[in-house]
């Protein structure tokens, strides 16, 4: 039961490419959940996902794309990467039912844009 | 707009001396309250849920309480090992983002 995975774990782009980071989960959970961590900002939300074949919008989705193409994975895009988007990427996913709501997270892909 | 505001930012502690670290929340609805322990260069690991005003949980030297505009993280006794970043978030009731994150209170515990 190895819980959230991501990858990669570091990767360093230059302005304009592009690239999908991967999250995996391995309990079944129905949400899952990208979030970026930068400093002084906390983590922020980019976009969600409530089930298989389904995804949302959150706080900060400008510039990011994403699919859920099966429950397992998560996967976040980004089509032109800029330097704005040099941050720490974290997935997180939980369980369905009400008072189930702890999100579990990743161990986060560090993501330097030049 | 829905706010978790967290304090102090960062906190320098000897072994053995208890503090609080305070999350302070503005939301439209509150459906309840996570905390989450950072360590450097990985992710939040998932510490209480709190739900009710009232409502305590403990772990070890750890104890979450929740009233109805904030909730208080004791630190009984603390170790170097407990030198981490805590995060705060509160569970919203509806919205486009159903977790709402503090900026995080940086506790150091020195030996």
């Known amino acids: 039961n190895a819980g959230v995975t991501q990858t990669p774990k570091f990767r360093v782009l230059k302005t304009g490419q592009s690239m999908t980071l991967l999250c995996a989960q391995d309990?079944?959970?129905?949400?899952m959940y990208w979030y970026r961590q930068d400093p002084g900002m906390g983590l922020r939300l980019i976009h969600y996902?409530?089930?298989?074949?389904?995804?949302a919008k959150g706080e900060v989705p400008d510039g990011y794309n994403v699919s859920r193409l099966k429950k397992q994975n998560f996967l976040l895009g980004l089509e032109s990467a800029a330097p704005s988007q040099t941050s720490v990427y974290f997935c997180?996913?939980?369980?369905?039912?009400?008072?189930?709501?702890?999100?579990?997270f990743g161990p986060g892909t560090r993501l330097l844009v030049l | 707009e829905d706010q978790v505001t967290q304090s102090p930012e960062a906190l320098r502690l000897q072994e053995g001396e208890s503090s609080s670290l305070n999350c302070s929340y503005t939301?439209?609805?509150?459906?309840?309250l996570f905390w989450y322990r950072q360590d450097p260069g990985k992710g939040p690991e998932f510490l209480f849920t709190?739900?009710?005003a009232g409502e305590e949980k403990e772990k070890e030297r750890l104890k979450a309480t929740l009233t109805k505009k904030e909730s208080f993280l004791h630190i009984t006794a603390p170790k170097p090992e407990d030198s981490a970043t805590y995060l705060c978030?509160?569970?919203?009731?509806?919205?486009?983002?159903?977790?709402?994150f503090g900026k995080g209170t940086r506790l150091s515990v020195i030996a």
């Open positions: 997180a996913s939980r369980g369905e039912r009400p008072f189930r709501e702890t999100q579990y």
């Open positions: 309990m079944n959970h129905e949400y």
């Open positions: 996902s409530v089930g298989e074949g389904t995804t």
């Open positions: 939301v439209s609805g509150l459906r309840g």
């Open positions: 709190l739900y009710s």
């Open positions: 978030a509160a569970i919203l009731n509806s919205g486009n983002t159903p977790l709402v």
